[in-house]
């Protein structure tokens, strides 16, 4: 059953961290580009980062260069998208998909930062 499965929101203050994992099952995970996006309610979806197959294309919005880096472990069909320097505008539900379509989707976690 193919799946992806989000872990590592929660509540965090300005200037800390969060390390988000996704857990994917039932593709072959090293074909897929694998991404994170998040939803920030009133806005449109927005793509966070990106990585290759193999980790040898990373791409990165605008609004969390410098701050966010994207990895992944193959063996472990998973990845994770260390989170630094966090703010405010960073609160929203962060989800990851599978693809450079994102054919597939996890059911997203809660990330919110606040003092």
């Known amino acids: 059953q193919l799946q992806l499965v989000e872990n590592g929101g929660g509540l965090v203050q300005p200037g800390g961290s969060l390390r988000l994992s996704c857990a994917a099952s039932?593709?072959?995970?090293?074909?897929?580009?694998m991404n994170w996006h998040r939803q920030i309610p009133g806005k449109e979806r927005e793509l966070v980062a990106r990585?290759?197959?193999?980790?040898?294309?990373?791409d990165y919005g605008d609004s969390v260069k410098g701050r966010f880096t994207i990895s992944r472990d193959n063996a472990k069909n998973t990845v994770y998208l260390q989170m630094n320097s966090l703010k405010p505008e960073d609160t929203a539900v962060y989800y990851c998909?599978?693809?450079?379509?994102?054919?597939?989707w996890g059911q997203g976690t809660q990330v919110t930062v606040s003092s």
């Open positions: 998909s599978a693809g450079l379509d994102d054919r597939y």
């Open positions: 990585i290759s197959g193999y980790g040898r294309n990373i």
């Open positions: 039932g593709f072959t995970f090293s074909r897929y580009h």
